[in-house]
Nanobody, 126 residues
Framework: QVQLNESGGGLVQAGGSLRLSCAAATRTFANYVVGWFRQAPDKEREHVAG????????YYTDSVKGRFTISRDNTKNTVYLQMNSLKPEDTAVYYC???????????????????WGQGTQVTVSS
């Protein structure tokens, strides 16, 4: 069992930045692919970014490329999502998720993720 805890959400003006953190309670964090997802009201959960076990491979959905950066520190069991140039359409609840995976894999379909955090709200005002 892997417990995930997101933090760092909040209210920010358009053009601003936030850094989300996803802390994992497990000693084998380096064995897991981690993804960030978001869900806006009345919309499906969207896969925003992903990072491989060692952090050498990353995935981004097109709408956040060049603005968001995913990274991880396996010594701290934490994955980060740096979000810059935020837009009102980025407003959503952001979730991190983890799944045991092979090295070098940064994209895993949403339904394959085994563990999810409780989410953190990000609100971008215009």
């Amino acid at each position: 069992q892997v417990q995930l805890n997101e933090s760092g959400g909040g209210l920010v003006q358009a053009g601003g930045s936030l850094r989300l953190s996803c802390a994992a309670a497990t000693r084998t964090f380096a064995n897991y692919v981690v993804g960030w997802f978001r869900q806006a009201p009345d919309k499906e959960r969207e896969h925003v970014a992903g990072i491989s076990r060692g952090g050498t491979s990353t995935y981004y959905t097109d709408s956040v490329k060049g603005r968001f950066t995913i990274s991880r520190d396996n010594t701290k069991n934490t994955v980060y999502l740096q979000m810059n140039s935020l837009k009102p359409e980025d407003t959503a609840v952001y979730y991190c998720a983890a799944v045991a995976g092979a090295g070098g894999i940064s994209y895993v379909p949403r339904k394959k993720y085994d563990y999810w955090g409780q989410g953190t709200q990000v609100t971008v005002s215009s």
